[in-house]
């Protein structure tokens, strides 16, 4: 049997990043994983955004420290991982979405977001060829950005592997049981030890938190995405339209690092479970949003489109927790309602330096996404 100080459960967008901190301050950790790489689960089928543009405190500083790992990875390691620091854009055209974003403007400059109400002339300076009938305005934020999902993820994983981090592919957790001060975890054919374990399962973090008898409100629903051919740059911002559609809630939709527009649509109503399969629904309808708002794109060939996992909770917002459900040591950093690969690298790092005892007042006033609350708030930026 092999003892960890730390045992963390898969290795995707937020497991990876948490590994790479927490063998950074030495600590010995194993990650394991039943795929048989990292970002196999919902990480490759994230769209790269990253954003602080959130309605909530905890979350905009969450992403501000994620948008400064991203941000300064290719200075620091040397290596590209495709950031751009587009900015996000939310044009809006109708007074509900005016008041609605004016409002929580308040909320995030309070917690030191750079964003502003730009005008209509703005917009259509950001983005050439918007659709200007009706346009009223919008909010910019110009820190945010994007990055490759695939080379970020194995950026954080090579990073940390050097740091000492073990990786454990292809091994399955089949039991977790907490034994005195220490949690035994069984995969297929091993057995380990560890006085903390953090369940950094995505879409199965449910099944894993059962083991330890800590009932979780975490289900995955569905969401599509596609990508065209790569273009001449000509769009900078990730373009957010929070107007419902037909068949949707939102659409959002950019130019990344090789000129390729990535786009994902939010289902109305939502589709609940594991089904990755396409849809022959979501070309037509999310077509239809996107030449309604940017009609130049019309002549850019769509080269595929997939489908990915969202695990939500009932409000929207993510699940971290230590001593979970009064299991001590047992952490908790599930629920990320689709937006693990923009929490994930801010998260790591707080959740790291608090396992540490390192940090500060301000750091821990950083998270605040308790188990215990009454989820029934709602995230007002999904």
Same mark, same amino acid.
């Given at each position: 049997m092999k003892n960890y100080d730390v045992i963390i459960a898969g290795a995707g967008s937020a497991g990876v990043p948490l590994a790479m901190f927490l063998a950074?301050?030495?600590?010995?950790?194993?990650?394991?994983?039943?795929k048989p790489s990292c970002g196999q689960g919902q990480n490759k089928a994230a769209i790269g955004g990253i954003r602080a543009t959130h309605s909530d405190g905890s979350k905009i500083k969450t992403c501000l420290k994620s948008l400064e790992i991203f941000s $300064? %990875?290719?200075? !620091?390691e040397g290596e590209d991982i495709g950031w751009r620091r587009g900015g996000y854009l939310f044009p809006v055209y109708r007074e509900k979405e005016e008041k609605t974003l004016k409002e929580l403007l308040k909320t995030q400059?309070?917690?030191?977001?750079?964003?502003?109400w730009i005008s209509a002339q703005e917009v259509k300076e950001l983005v050439k060829g918007i659709n200007e009938d009706g346009l009223i305005g919008g909010t910019f934020s110009p820190n945010d950005g994007s990055a490759s999902p695939l080379l970020s993820i194995n950026a954080f994983y090579r990073k940390a592997v050097s740091n000492g981090a073990e990786? $454990?592919?292809?091994?399955?957790?089949k039991e977790v049981k907490k034994k005195g001060n220490l949690f035994s975890v069984k995969t297929s054919d091993k057995e380990y030890e560890?006085?903390?374990?953090?369940?950094a399962a995505g879409a199965h973090a449910k099944e894993i938190s059962l083991m330890l008898g800590v009932d979780i409100p975490v289900k995955p629903d569905c969401h599509e995405a596609g990508?065209?051919?790569?273009?001449?740059?000509?769009?900078?911002?990730?373009?957010v339209d929070i107007r419902e559609g037909e068949k949707s809630k939102n659409y959002y939709f950019y130019q990344n690092f090789e000129g390729q527009i990535i786009f994902c649509m939010t289902p109305d109503p939502q589709i609940w479970g594991y089904d990755r399969k396409s849809t022959s629904e979501f070309l037509p309808e999310i077509s239809k949003r996107m030449l309604n708002i940017l009609p130049g794109l019309s002549n850019i060939k769509v080269r595929r489109v997939w489908r990915g996992l969202y695990p939500m909770t009932p409000d929207g917002f993510p699940i971290v927790q230590f001593d979970a459900a009064g299991v001590e040591n047992y952490i908790i950093a599930a629920g990320m309602c689709g937006q693990g690969f923009m929490l994930g690298p801010g998260?790591? %790092?707080i959740i790291s330096k608090i396992i540490t005892?390192?940090? $500060? !007042?301000?750091d821990e006033s950083i998270y605040n996404f308790r188990l215990n609350r009454d989820f029934s708030g709602q995230e007002k930026l999904k």
């Open positions: 950074e301050n030495k600590i010995k950790v194993l990650v394991l994983e039943k $300064s %990875w290719h200075e !620091k400059e309070k917690f030191g977001l750079n964003i502003n990786f $454990s592919f292809n091994e399955q957790i560890t006085p903390i374990f953090i369940n990508i065209t051919e790569p273009a001449e740059r000509f769009v900078e911002p990730m373009v998260l790591g %790092w005892k390192q940090a $500060s !007042k301000e």
